[in-house]
C-alpha cells in the first residue's frame, strides 16, 4: 500500500473539515475528561486501523503523562489491571458501537455502559466514538499518512 495521501480533504472541503474538527474538541472538553475521550478514540482507531488516529491519540495520551505501559495495553484492556470499571465500561461501549451494524448494542450491554455513566455522560461517549469513527473513515480512505516527525 502506498502512504501517499488521496487527496487532501481538508483543504478541498474547508467548513465540513472545520464541523468535524470543532465536534472533535467539543467531545475532548466536555463530561468525560480528555484521557477517557483519547482512550475511546485511540481504541476505536486501532479497531478501524486508522494509522494516522492511532498516532495521534497515543501522543496525546503520553502528553497527558499516562503511563506508555497502559496506553500500549489498551488493545488488550480486557486482560490488563490498568483500567477503572468505567474506563472498560466506555471501552466495551466503543467497540460495540464502532463494529455497528455487526455487533449488539443490547439492553444488557447498554446497562452496563448506564452503570458507570450519566445519561448525558452516554450521550457524550457517543458522539465521542461516531466522531472518530468519522475521521477514521476519511483518513483510512483517503490515506492520510502518518507524519514521519511528530
Known amino acids: 500500500m502506498t502512504?501517499?495521501?488521496?487527496?487532501?480533504?481538508?483543504?478541498?472541503?474547508?467548513k465540513s473539515f472545520k464541523a468535524l474538527?470543532?465536534?472533535?474538541?467539543?467531545?475532548?472538553?466536555?463530561?468525560?475528561g480528555k484521557r477517557l475521550v483519547d482512550l475511546v478514540f485511540l481504541r476505536v482507531s486501532q479497531i478501524n486501523g486508522c494509522g494516522f488516529c492511532i498516532d495521534m491519540h497515543w501522543r496525546d495520551l503520553i502528553r497527558q503523562e499516562v503511563d506508555p505501559r497502559h496506553v500500549n495495553a489498551l488493545a488488550g484492556w480486557r486482560e490488563a489491571?490498568?483500567?477503572?470499571?468505567?474506563?472498560?465500561?466506555?471501552?466495551?461501549?466503543a467497540e460495540i458501537v464502532a463494529a455497528t451494524p455487526h455487533s449488539d448494542a443490547s439492553?444488557?450491554?447498554?446497562?452496563?455502559?448506564?452503570?458507570?455513566?450519566?445519561?448525558?455522560?452516554?450521550?457524550?461517549?457517543g458522539f465521542a466514538i461516531v466522531t472518530i469513527n468519522a475521521w477514521n473513515l476519511l483518513n483510512v480512505s483517503l490515506r492520510n499518512p502518518i507524519p514521519e516527525k511528530a
Open 3 to 14: 502512504h501517499t495521501a488521496r487527496l487532501p480533504y481538508f483543504q478541498l472541503a474547508p
Open 21 to 32: 474538527l470543532d465536534l472533535s474538541a467539543i467531545v475532548q472538553n466536555g463530561l468525560l
Open 81 to 93: 489491571p490498568f483500567f477503572s470499571e468505567r474506563e472498560r465500561a466506555a471501552l466495551r461501549w
Open 107 to 125: 439492553d444488557e450491554e447498554f446497562a452496563a455502559v448506564r452503570a458507570h455513566f450519566s445519561d448525558a455522560e452516554v450521550a457524550e461517549l
